[in-house]
């Protein structure tokens, strides 16, 4: 007997690759870099995490699940597999620093910008005498 799949008038067919790519969100303040992953399925133990000359990368693998005996599959469309996703955060950044937590399948990285990226106020003195600003040496 041959099986047809039931699910083909109900799902379109739409192209996709075959591997495992979280999709992912990355956000800016003043103050730091967030950076939010997807990764239904997986555990803190699945994945890891490293900053090695300016790239943030995350590596992991969502694995397909073993069907019991006399089981096949009929129709599938989750993504299964390695991946790794990377992000060029700014030099100076500390690693450290960084800070990572995974709440139900969503993995946030805060990472705190570089003093030097941060924003600074310039104080305006008041009153006084005008200072007579001199060229920059070349």
Do not use: C, Y
């Amino acid at each position: 007997m041959l099986l047809t799949d039931p699910f083909v008038p109900f799902f379109a067919q739409v192209p996709r690759t075959a591997t495992f790519l979280p999709p992912a969100d990355v956000t800016v303040s003043e103050g730091d870099l967030v950076l939010t992953l997807d990764l239904p399925g997986l555990t803190a133990d699945d994945v890891s995490i490293e900053l090695v000359d300016g790239v943030l990368t995350v590596r992991g693998e969502r694995k397909r699940p073993h069907l019991a005996e006399g089981t096949s599959w009929v129709h599938s469309e989750r993504s299964f597999g390695s991946f790794e996703r990377r992000v060029t955060v700014p030099k100076g950044v500390d690693a450290d620093a960084i800070m990572a937590s995974m709440d139900n399948g969503v993995l946030s990285l805060i990472v705190p910008k570089p003093e030097r990226l941060k924003p600074k106020a310039i104080a305006i003195a008041a009153g006084g005498k005008p200072t007579e600003l001199e060229p920059a040496a070349a």
